[in-house]
């Protein structure tokens, strides 16, 4: 039986090891990837305003939304990012996957909840992407 040295099995084991972790960060803010996709939610510089902005959003639908929608919509509880009349990104923090009341199925909620702020933020061009309660991506760049 051939034994390999200690050495080259550490030296190995070293490789491996900064090689798995040459991918990791530290940085707080979500970057998008080379499709533009932004995987975590990012990081909420002002948590007053995002709050303010789902309060507003949730009325709205309770007002002038589908049944799917008005479903959705409490879901919602913090909505991140610039919009205005002509560009933005949203990016929609919720409690899918984390609620007391379980969603049955995610992707569905998180299309309503962007096809709602698409009809509540009329931007020629924007997106908006819907997050689980751990700020991972359950649906990215609905286009508004």
Not at 44 to 61: G, I, Y
Not at 110 to 125: G, N, V
Not at 127 to 137: E, I, K, L, T
Request: positive net charge.
């Amino acid at each position: 039986m051939k034994r390999t040295p200690r050495i080259g099995a550490l030296l190995a084991l070293g490789a491996v090891l900064i090689a798995g972790t040459a991918g990791c960060s530290t940085e707080e803010a979500a970057k998008p990837d080379k499709v533009g996709v932004v995987e975590k939610l990012p990081t909420d510089t002002d948590k007053a305003r995002s709050k303010q902005n789902a309060a507003e959003f949730r009325s709205w639908v309770e007002k002038h939304g589908t049944a799917e929608q008005k479903t959705a919509a409490p879901r919602v509880d913090r909505i991140i990012g610039e919009w205005n009349d002509q560009t933005g990104n949203a990016y929609i923090s919720t409690d899918i996957n984390g609620d007391k009341t379980p969603v049955k199925d995610a992707q569905a909620t998180a299309t309503a909840i962007a096809k709602a702020f698409a009809s509540w933020k009329d931007s020629k061009e924007g997106y908006a992407s819907v997050y689980d309660v751990f700020g991972n991506a359950v649906l990215t760049n609905y286009k508004f």
